[in-house]
Structures are given as C-alpha cells and as structure tokens.
Nanobody, 114 residues
C-alpha cells in the first residue's frame, strides 16, 4: 500500500521556522517527483513546491520562493519542507503528494500567529 505520513506541523510565530516531514511507504521516491501543496479554509488548494530527486531540480511557488526549501532523504524515503520567515498567509493545511501515484498525505496543520 502506498502511504504518505506527514508530521511537523504546529503553531509558530511570524518570522519563525518549521520543518515538515513526509514519510513515504510503498514505493521509492528516489526515482519520482514529489510535491507539497497547501490549502486554507475556503480557498483552493495551492501548489507550493516540487522536487525531482534524480536530478535535484526544485521548483517553488512565487509566494514561498526564497523562504521554503524542499528536500529528500533517500535513505529514509522521506521528503521535507523547511519553512523559514513564516508569515500569517502561510497558515494552511499542508499536504504531501506523489504525482506518479496520485496519493496524498493526510495533511498537517501549520498555523502562523502571534
């Protein structure tokens, strides 16, 4: 069974940092692209970042470029999202997505508030 299990969400103050993890089982992510999305209540799901593990290529939404970093640990079969300089508009449920499988993680809540 393909499963994506997320962790690392929580409450953080503006300007703070948070690292999300997505542990993947059922297939090796080293040969597949992986993505992060987010969705706030009442808003459409928004693409955040994507990584191509084999090439190391990464892409980011303009709203997070320069602040977020997506990375992979192949040995742990885990994808990360390092979030720095967080602002209130980053508040959302963050989802891990495997486009080659069509599978989503369960989502983890990130709240940025003072």
């Amino acid at each position: 069974q393909v499963q994506l299990v997320e962790s690392g969400g929580g409450l953080v103050q503006p300007g703070g940092s948070l690292r999300l993890s997505c542990a993947v089982s059922g297939f090796a992510i080293s040969g597949s692209p992986m993505s992060w999305y987010r969705q706030a209540p009442g808003k459409e799901r928004e693409w955040v970042a994507r990584i191509f593990s084999a090439s190391g290529r990464t892409n980011y939404a303009d709203s997070v470029k320069g602040r977020f970093t997506i990375s992979i640990d192949n040995a742990k079969n885990t994808v990360y999202l390092q979030m720095n300089s967080l602002v209130s508009d980053d508040t959302a449920i963050y989802y891990c997505y495997a486009p080659t499988k069509g599978n989503w993680g369960q989502g983890t809540q990130v709240t940025v508030s003072s």
